[in-house]
């Protein structure tokens, strides 16, 4: 580009003291060779060929066929939504719509679900009992409908993150920006390995378990297998990718949005002594630094799915559902193994990124035009 302009001569001035349009079309559409060819604002601080940063009162507009707006490049996972037109009360007014329709939405789908059953197949039932045994999981029907209802979380996600950030849904999946398959695979392994572990080695200082499937096992189980593996995904989506992301970025720290969403996320889980809320937040605080770490959701995603289908798996095949869905204490030994398969996992996990060497920032050098 230099060795160019020194060839042509310069266009004169005008009489207005600005340079002269020229007269030849194609050196009026000139594009410099540096400068992509195709468009969306990317955030500031991105870095042209030279290596040199864009002055910070000039952002660098990167032309990309992408929809939405980009994060800065070499932002971490938290940061994501820092976008040239980041303001911090879209983050704040985000998480209040978010949090608002995870209660709305629960609640009045599940409530339809069961009365939808009820009406078609046990009207002649009491529906105060019968939605009391399904709110209870004493029927299969009742956790189709709450798993169902948490599942909605991924859309609302995706409808906040475009709606009130203008960024693309993609972004929640990772840095890359979208889902890596290869490594969620991995996790599920690990995580079926290191969880199960934990729980087995509890049981050899507590009391072992007596295998007797209840009754009405394999409805639950097919509900366990078709829909909960949806359910914890959307929980992760919400509360470890959007509501992260959102809280993440009103600070230039990522620990702000990692430790208040695992809060959140403890607390949501309704009454627990001590002990359970200690392991639940553990669990929250885990995934949620290593989604920061490893750049995506897929680690946190697989230890979520796995200890949801076993936990209720083992259950309906040594005791009830129902007992583990109305759990709301447990020992301080329980909750140490708990803790401490979660954070074996968390470190294969985390070993397994490092040695797939995954991004972890954002690097805009490396997107495509879209097809």
């Not at 995870?102 to 609640?107: E, H, N, P, R």
Request: glycine share 8%.
């Amino acid at each position: 580009m230099a060795k160019q302009d020194r060839k042509r001569p310069a266009a004169p001035p005008s009489k207005g003291g600005r340079p002269a349009r020229s007269g030849n079309p194609a050196v009026r559409s000139q594009r410099p060779t540096d400068q992509p060819k195709s468009a969306v604002e990317a955030g500031t601080g991105q870095r042209g060929r030279a290596g040199n940063a864009a002055p910070a009162t000039e952002p660098v507009r990167v032309r990309l066929d992408l929809p939405g707006l980009l994060p800065p490049d070499g932002a971490e996972y938290p940061h994501v939504l820092r976008t040239a037109q980041y303001a911090w009360w879209r983050s704040a007014l985000g998480v209040v719509f978010g949090l608002s329709l995870f209660l709305l939405m629960t609640t009045l789908i599940s409530q339809a679900v069961v009365a939808l059953v009820w009406a078609t197949t046990a009207a002649d039932y009491s529906y105060k009992a019968y939605f009391a045994e399904a709110y209870a999981f004493r029927r299969p029907i009742g956790m189709l409908a709450l798993n169902l209802a948490i599942s909605t979380l991924i859309p609302i996600s995706w409808l906040l993150i475009t709606m009130v950030h203008q960024v693309a849904p993609r972004w929640l999946s990772s840095v890359q920006p979208r889902l890596r398959w290869r490594y969620l695979w991995i996790c599920m392994g690990v995580a079926v390995i290191a969880l199960n572990a934990a729980l087995l080695l509890s049981l050899l200082v507590t009391e072992p378990l007596h295998f007797h499937m209840q009754q009405g096992f394999w409805g639950f189980f097919a509900v366990i297998l078709l829909t909960s593996p949806i359910q914890a995904a959307a929980e992760e989506v919400f509360f470890r990718g959007y509501l992260m992301q959102a809280l993440g970025s009103l600070f230039s720290r990522p620990w702000f949005g990692v430790i208040v969403s695992s809060a959140v996320f403890a607390l949501f889980h309704g009454t627990q002594n001590v002990p359970l809320f200690i392991d639940r937040l553990a669990f929250g605080l885990l995934a949620a630094i290593l989604v920061w770490k490893t750049g995506g959701l897929e680690a946190g995603i697989a230890a979520h799915v796995v200890n949801n289908v076993f936990a209720y798996t083992i259950a309906g095949l040594t005791g009830s559902i129902a007992e583990l869905r109305a759990i709301q204490q447990i020992t301080w030994s329980t909750a140490a193994f708990d803790v401490g398969g979660f954070a074996l996992f968390a470190v294969l996990a985390y070993l397994i990124a490092r040695r797939l060497k995954l991004r972890t920032r954002v690097d805009l050098s490396t997107l495509r035009a879209a097809s």
